[in-house]
Every structure is written in C-alpha cells, then in structure tokens.
C-alpha cells in the first residue's frame, strides 16, 4: 500500500491515425488513450522504454502531469503486436484519490504445502484477484498462506485475508487459486485400480447371473425306452 506513485512521462498527441501511430513506434513511443467518464478522451504518447519501467514496478497507479495539473492513471488494456509481441497501444483509465476503484492485483503463494511435501503437485489456476479500494490503498499483492494445505485440496479466493482498511475483494469467493494433486502417474495408477475393481466386480454380477439362471433352468428327463 503506498501513496506516493510512480511518474510516468507522457507527451500530448495532435495528430492520430495508423500512419502517426506507426511513425510514433518507429521513434520508439508508444501511443495511448486516457479514459474517464464524462470527459473526452486524451491521446498521448509513452517512450517506449519509460512504459516498460512502469510496468515492472511495483506500482498499479502512475501519476501523470497535463496542464501543470498532476492526475493519476492506472493501465486498462495493453494491446500487442500478434508476431514481434511487442506493446503497440496503451490504454489508460483516469482514477481519483478521493474515488474508489475496481483494481486487480497479484497473488502471491506463501509456505511450502503438505501435500508438496508429501509428493503432490502444485498448481496456481489465478495469479490475480479484484479488489475495491482507494487509489491510495492499492497493496502491492495478497499473500495467501499455502503451508498448511493437504494433497487433493485446495484453496480459494474466500480463503484470502485482507486486514486493510477500505479494500475488498470483488472476485468471486468460489474461484480456485491454488490446488495440490498427486503426481500424473500416481493419478493413472489409482484410475486403473479403480478399472479393475469395477471390472471385477462386473465379472462377479455376471457369473453370478449365469449361475442364476442355470440353477432356474430345469432338468431335461432321459425317455426311457
């Protein structure tokens, strides 16, 4: 949680287009659109290696300056190139200090689980989770206390624990965060017991049907002549 945020350098676009917008990458800037509701969208641009320090920085909210008068933004899309991967348009969404906001921030696991222990295989299914609070009190991450948790369990988002003041979590409390299951071939072995067991058991209902129905069916008399 933090309320000094990270300054992000921006430069105010006049001109827009496909045409301007791959001249902006090819001087590598990167364009972008400021949103917020009611008022009309601001086009500017990023240098392209001041949007990749941004990005790698612990901060969820960037503070900008336009008109000598300081705003806050936090990112809402981030579109890709499909070949190269690299970013070719930002989207940005305007925030107020004094408005709450709708956020995702990262998850990260604590401890080192039972079942991990035991021979299990982790896996993280959400790796971010929703919450509502200040722009003021975005934490960093949620940390999620795994040590605990057993081979074939499981937790979820209800099972994270946040002791801040104004913040909630939005995402639904049923979504899975983290698992632990027995290895694949562990998990191949007890399926083909539990085969063999209903085969067996199958074999069984049907011997003892054909036993059935030969104990039913009657003797047939010799005709003595």
Same mark, same amino acid.
């Given at each position: 949680?933090s309320s000094t945020y990270y300054n992000l350098a921006t430069t105010e676009r006049t001109k827009f287009g496909s045409k301007e917008s791959?001249n902006d990458r090819k001087s590598g800037l990167i364009p972008a659109v400021i949103y917020y509701s009611g008022e009309e969208n601001i086009?500017?641009?990023?240098?392209?290696?001041?949007?990749?320090?941004?990005?790698?920085?612990?901060?969820?909210?960037?503070?900008?300056?336009?008109?000598?008068?300081?705003?806050?933004?936090?990112?809402?899309?981030?579109?890709?190139?499909?070949?190269?991967?690299? $970013?070719?348009?930002? *989207?940005?969404?305007? +925030?107020?200090? @004094?408005?709450?906001?709708?956020? =995702? !921030?990262?998850?990260?696991?604590?401890?080192?689980?039972?079942?991990?222990?035991?021979?299990?295989?982790?896996?993280?299914?959400?790796?971010?989770?929703?919450?509502?609070?200040?722009?003021?009190?975005?934490?960093?991450?949620?940390?999620?206390?795994?040590?605990?948790?057993?081979?074939?369990?499981?937790?979820?988002?209800?099972?994270?624990? $946040?002791?801040?003041? *104004?913040?909630?979590? +939005?995402?639904? @409390?049923?979504?899975?965060?983290? =698992? !632990?299951?027995?290895?694949?071939?562990?998990?191949?072995?007890?399926?083909?017991?539990?085969?063999?067991?209903?085969?067996?058991?199958?074999?069984?209902?049907?011997?003892?049907?054909?036993?059935?129905?030969?104990?039913?069916?009657?003797?047939?008399?010799?005709?003595?002549?």
């Amino acid at each position: 949680m933090s309320s000094t945020y990270y300054n992000l350098a921006t430069t105010e676009r006049t001109k827009f287009g496909s045409k301007e917008s791959k001249n902006d990458r090819k001087s590598g800037l990167i364009p972008a659109v400021i949103y917020y509701s009611g008022e009309e969208n601001i086009h500017i641009s990023i240098d392209k290696s001041v949007l990749f320090r941004a990005i790698q920085s612990s901060q969820r909210i960037y503070q900008i300056e336009q008109n000598k008068e300081k705003r806050y933004v936090m990112i809402k899309d981030i579109q890709y190139h499909p070949v190269t991967d690299e $970013i070719i348009h930002v *989207d940005l969404m305007r +925030v107020r200090r @004094s408005e709450k906001m709708t956020i =995702s !921030v990262p998850i990260v696991l604590k401890g080192n689980p039972v079942g991990v222990r035991e021979g299990g295989v982790l896996s993280q299914s959400l790796n971010q989770v929703e919450i509502n609070c200040f722009p003021t009190d975005v934490p960093e991450n949620i940390e999620l206390d795994i040590e605990d948790l057993e081979l074939n369990a499981a937790k979820n988002v209800g099972d994270l624990n $946040i002791n801040i003041k *104004d913040v909630e979590i +939005v995402s639904d @409390s049923n979504l899975n965060i983290v =698992s !632990v299951t027995p290895p694949a071939s562990e998990a191949k072995e007890d399926e083909k017991t539990e085969t063999e067991i209903e085969t067996d058991k199958d074999k069984a209902e049907s011997k003892g049907d054909d036993d059935k129905e030969s104990s039913e069916k009657p003797e047939k008399n010799e005709d003595n002549n």
